[in-house]
């Protein structure tokens, strides 16, 4: 029955006024939600699991289709690589992240150029 449910309200919220900027579908046991700018590029695809946390990876876009980061989530924490690049895809900063908390080296970068690291 929840799963009939939960399907209905993916089902509704892909309804929209002639225009799609959200889709959310049901694959497997996962909410997969694709966002879009007003040209009809990628904004952002992730997903969520079925209490409706962030769970597996993220990508946000550039209206040029590049990508602006790329983030990995477990039930709703922070967990595994985080990348953020600069608008000609160059990366500027990798994180890493364990059950919500800081671990590993980060990376900062400037110019392509390894600028700084932090050990957590």
Sequence with gaps: MRHL???TLV??????????????????????KVTYYEDGSIREVGYFDLEKRRHGKWVLYLENGNRKSVASFQHGLKDGEWIIYDR???????????????????????NGELAQQRIY
Excluded: A
């Excluded at 892909?14 to 996962?30: A, M, P, S, W, Y």
């Excluded at 500027?92 to 400037?110: A, L, P, Q, S």
């Design 5 to 7: 449910i939960l399907m």
């Design 88 to 110: 000609y895809s160059n990366i500027v900063c990798r994180m890493f992240y364990k059950k919500g908390e800081k671990v590993g080296t980060w990376e900062i970068y400037k």
């Design 11 to 32: 089902f509704l919220s892909t309804i929209g006024f002639g225009q799609n900027k959200e889709v959310t579908t049901l694959e497997d046991d996962r909410i997969k």
